[in-house]
């Protein structure tokens, strides 16, 4: 079985409760993982100290946390997980805003995180906040965005996960930077 396949195997058999096939996914998609969380940490400042170690794991949790899903294929989990990084993000960034306002501890255990810079996290924050309001008029042009400037991942790759064209992702990709770059006034 190739490993793409096998990665499928094994999630529709976690889909299916089995708790184990989960174990035996991880190390199958451990780097891929590891690409995700790299390519969101190369969106953070030069000196920020989380480690992607640190995001892989937290994403992980979540995603054993996730009750119920129909994992389809191996392209949808890595949708999953790239929007799980980016969610872990803009929590940190949020955690970090409402400390800035004299608010208590931050609310993500992330291990030793140094903390985000102020203009950092107020340009993630306002990033999503553009991109829930895409996603509201648009949901693919929310998601291609999401899938390639958050998760990293190629046209082709986008378009796998969205189950369309490359040609789709590639205009709704240029549309999305368009649109958010006039909502963040940049």
Known sequence: MSSSGEITQLLADWSEGDEAAFQRLLPLVYDELHRLANAYMRRERQDHTLQTTALIHEAYLRLLGQQNVRWQTRAHFFAVAARAMRNILVDHARG???????????????????????????????VNTALDGLTAIDPRKGRVFELRYFGGMSIDEAAEALKVSPATVTRDWRMARAWLRRELGN
């Not at 306002?101 to 992330?110: N, Q, S």
């Not at 030793?112 to 810079?117: K, Q, T």
């Open 96 to 126: 970090r805003g409402r400390a800035k306002r004299g608010d208590g501890a931050a609310i993500l255990p992330l291990g030793d995180v140094a903390p985000m810079s102020g203009e950092r996290a107020d340009e993630l924050v306002a």
